[in-house]
């Protein structure tokens, strides 16, 4: 018999506590109705239980999803805690008690609002991440190419690819801003690390004129007869313009925190113990 109510459980923020959590609740024969993320998480005082992360535990639920759910379903929980969705572990939670239940039938269960739910913020990031493989713009500074996005979801996990393969004699990074998180790629390794600031330095006279020129091609290859603001609004949204050479209104890309110039940046904050986004390739 589960119970539980109004039991609130707490975890690490990882992708393997939350599946930990998962564990816990059927170890323990309970149901929380909310799942904290330290970001949610008040003080000491706040009346949450604490769960371990427990990777052998994690482990295990991870692999139940693919033999008692389908590997569909393991794509979507995966790709689901990658989401900017405010309640997505409760989601995910909900999402495999129904999946343990019904089986692999819990995927086309779409009048099911916590399936609807899922997918749709699942789509959300899939459709941010497909953008920003083109919105992404790439400043050098000395030999490393240094791009700075805002997205909300956490694309990074899914751009890493499409980057790595396309750029791999390169040195570079991506600096999401709003996650503090970087994807940094050097001699055919990558890793996707936790940030607390970056300051980029002075761009250098090359680079100002680079950036020009885009801007100056930008603007040329318009047709003016054809110029439907509200088409490329569609396309195109408001908000990753501030990162987009050839829209943004100022000629340096907007900065934040401190560093300096390393393989590119001084970065502050790595957190390996953290390896919910650790990415090799």
């Known amino acids: 018999m589960f119970d539980g109510a109004d039991l609130t459980y707490a975890y690490d923020g990882s992708f393997e506590g939350l599946m930990s959590c998962v564990f816990a609740s059927y170890e323990y024969k309970e149901i929380p109705v909310v799942i904290k993320p330290p970001s949610l998480q008040q003080s000491i005082f706040d009346d949450a239980k604490w769960i371990e992360t427990d990777t052998s535990k994690a482990d295990r639920v991870y692999n139940a999803i693919a033999v008692q759910i389908s590997l569909e379903a393991q794509e979507l929980v995966k790709l689901g805690f990658l989401t900017c969705a405010p309640n997505k572990e409760s989601l995910i939670f909900n999402f495999l008690r129904k999946g343990f239940k019904h089986g692999g039938k819990v995927m086309t269960m779409l009048t099911d609002d916590v399936v609807a739910d899922l997918h749709k913020a699942v789509r959300h990031l899939t459709s941010e991440s497909h ?67 970056l300051t980029l330095p002075e761009p250098d006279s090359a680079e100002v004129e680079y950036r020009r020129l885009w801007k100056q091609f930008y603007n040329t290859i318009a047709i003016e007869g054809r110029n439907n603001p509200r088409c490329r609004m569609t396309l195109m949204p408001k908000r990753y313009w501030g990162q987009m050479t050839e829209l943004a209104k100022e000629s340096k890309f907007p900065k934040s925190g401190a560093g300096d110039l390393g393989i590119g940046v001084n970065i502050k904050g790595y957190l390996p113990e953290n390896n919910a986004f650790r990415s090799k390739s």
């Open 131 to 197: 953008k920003y493989k083109g919105f992404v713009r790439f400043s050098v500074f000395g030999e490393v190419l240094v791009a700075v996005i805002e997205p909300k979801n956490y694309v990074l996990p899914l751009l890493s690819h499409h980057f790595c393969d396309r750029y791999h004699n390169e040195r570079f990074m991506i600096f999401d801003k709003t996650h503090k998180m970087a994807l940094i790629y050097e001699a055919y390794k990558a890793d996707l690390i936790f940030v607390e600031d």
